[in-house]
C-alpha cells in the first residue's frame, strides 16, 4: 500500500475536532471535555494540537520520502519555503482584520504593540522546520534521540530553573523569558496575564511529537504490510501512554507549558487511534459516511483551518442593530436563545459551524480544488 486513506481520515478528525473545540455557541458554557485543562490535566480538546502535530509529521514522512535524492538547495528551498508560508499566515490570522472597536464603536487600527507573535500556525512551522532539519542532518536514529535529549533537557531545565515551583503559571521559566525577549503585549493573554502557550520554550517536546509522528509515517509507508506491523505499532503507542502517564507524577501532563509527560501520552494516544484507523479503514475495509466527511477535510487542511479561523473573527467584527451585538452570538442567540441547556446548545451551535466548514471541504473536493504549499 502506497497511500493510506486513513491518514488522510486521521487529519481531518483532528481538523473537525479543532473546529469544534474553537468555536462554541457560547464561550461561557461548554462542556468541561470541550475546554482545555485549566492547568494541569488533559481533556480531549488537550489532545487536538498534540495529533495535529503527529499529522504534521505523518505527511511528511510521504513529502519527503525521496528527499535523499534532492539537492541541499532544491530541500531548502521546498522546507523553508512552507515554513514562511505557514508562519505568516499564523501572522496574519492573529491580527486580521487589522482594525478593531473601540469603546465609542469606532473603528481603530490595532496597534502593533498588540500584536500577537506567537499561535498555532507558527508552532506548526518552527516544528516543521526542525524536525526537516533533524532528519536531514541526523537520520531517523539520531532525530529518535535528539528527540529524546529534548524531553529530559526540557524536564530538567524545568524543575531546576525554579525547584519551589516549576510547573505553575507563575513558576514556569519560560514566561520571565518571552517577556524580556518580546515584550509582555505581544504574548498571549487568555490565562489572565502575559503567558504564551505556543512560545518558543516549550516547542522543543512539540517538535518531538512532530519527530514521533514523521518516524510513524515512516514505519507506515516502509514496513506496515499486515497485521503483525500493526500490531507493533499499537504497542508502541499503549508504551508511550503508559510511560507518559507513569511520568506525569513526576512532571505533570500540561499542555500550555507541553510538558514532556505530556508529549509522550498524547502521542500514544494518537498513534493507538491511527492504528485502529489503519485496521477499520485498510484491513477491515469499512466505509462510512462520517470516514468520507473526515476524509473531505484532510484533503484541504490548512485552507479548511484558515477559513473556519477568519469566519468568526469577521462575524465578531460585524455588529447588528441598535444593540451592537456582533454576528457571532447574534446568529447563536437566534438559533438556541432560548434553550434551557447552554452547554448542550454551545456544543451544537459549533457542530452546525463544522458542517458549514464540511459543506466548503465538500465543494472544493468536487471541484478539485488541492491547496497545497
Known sequence: MTRFKSLDIFRGFTLAAMILVNNPGNYHHVFPQLEHSIWHGCTFTDLIFPFFLFAVGNSMAFSLKNSDQLAPGLYWNKIVKRT?????????????PFVEWNSLHQLEWIPFAKYRYFGVLQRIAICYFSCAMLVYYFKDKGALIVSAVFLLCYWLICYYSNPSDPYSLDGWFGTKLDISMFGASHLYHGEGTAFDPEDIWSVFP???????????????????????????LLLVGLSFIFAGYIWSFFFPLNKKIWTSSYCLF???????????????????KVNRLFYIIFDDFGKNTL???????????????????????NLWDFSYNILFGSWQNQQLSSALFALLF????????????KKKIYIKI
Do not use: D, H, M
Open 84 to 96: 514562511i508560508i505557514l508562519f505568516l499566515l499564523g501572522l496574519f490570522l492573529n491580527v486580521f
Open 206 to 232: 512539540a517538535i518531538s511529537q512532530t519527530l514521533f509522528g514523521y518516524i510513524a509515517g515512516k514505519y507506515i509507508i516502509q514496513k506496515l504490510r499486515g497485521k503483525r506491523e500493526l500490531n507493533v
Open 266 to 284: 498524547t502521542t500514544g494516544i494518537a498513534l493507538s487511534f491511527l492504528c485502529i484507523l489503519i485496521y477499520l479503514i485498510e484491513f477491515q
Open 303 to 325: 485552507l479548511i483551518y484558515c477559513i473556519s479561523g477568519l469566519i468568526p473573527t469577521i462575524c465578531s467584527f460585524i455588529l447588528i442593530g441598535v444593540s451592537q451585538q
Open 354 to 365: 463544522v458542517a458549514l466548514n464540511w459543506l466548503i471541504a465538500y465543494y472544493l473536493r
